[in-house]
């Protein structure tokens, strides 16, 4: 067993920290450990793009085809710029989106969320009810 896991199971022990940090830093150990070349599974990638791809031979004008590749910094700029919205901006915000079904607090946004975000694209997948239609969301 390594010194750092040694330390990290001793202040865990301690109660200086909670099981899932302990988690975290465990897994951060890992992802630290392995080769820097290659893409190993859980490795973090530089993720420059968040792409949508839509194919679809069915449509009422013909095939559709969509290509939309959003750059990373735009949406991690974004989410730092939600953090200068005032706050009855972003009651009202919120107050328009949960009227509309969708239960989301902008004040929960941070960077950190989208890291995450971007993380768990490896495993997405979207199912689409059209038998011809193929829909991909990937990082790249």
């Given at each position: 067993m390594s010194e750092d896991r040694r330390s990290i199971l001793q202040m865990l022990s301690e109660g200086k920290i909670t099981p899932d940090e302990a988690e975290r830093l465990m897994a951060a150990l890992e992802r630290g450990s392995q080769p820097a070349s290659g893409a190993a599974p859980g490795a973090r990638r530089n993720v420059k793009y968040l792409r949508v791809v839509v194919d679809t031979d069915e449509g009422h004008d013909g095939p559709t085809k969509v290509n939309i590749r959003v750059p990373m910094n735009l949406l991690r700029a974004g989410v730092r710029l939600s953090s200068?919205?005032?706050?009855?901006?972003?009651?009202?915000?919120?107050?328009?989106?949960?009227?509309?079904?969708?239960?989301?607090?902008?004040?929960?946004?941070?960077?950190?969320?989208?890291?995450?975000?971007?993380?768990?694209?490896?495993?997405l997948t979207v199912d689409v009810d059209q038998e011809k239609t193929k829909v991909r969301i990937f990082c790249e």
């Amino acid at each position: 067993m390594s010194e750092d896991r040694r330390s990290i199971l001793q202040m865990l022990s301690e109660g200086k920290i909670t099981p899932d940090e302990a988690e975290r830093l465990m897994a951060a150990l890992e992802r630290g450990s392995q080769p820097a070349s290659g893409a190993a599974p859980g490795a973090r990638r530089n993720v420059k793009y968040l792409r949508v791809v839509v194919d679809t031979d069915e449509g009422h004008d013909g095939p559709t085809k969509v290509n939309i590749r959003v750059p990373m910094n735009l949406l991690r700029a974004g989410v730092r710029l939600s953090s200068i919205i005032p706050p009855i901006a972003r009651e009202k915000v919120n107050a328009a989106m949960a009227k509309n079904g969708v239960p989301f607090d902008l004040n929960q946004l941070k960077p950190e969320n989208l890291e995450e975000l971007v993380e768990q694209l490896d495993e997405l997948t979207v199912d689409v009810d059209q038998e011809k239609t193929k829909v991909r969301i990937f990082c790249e």
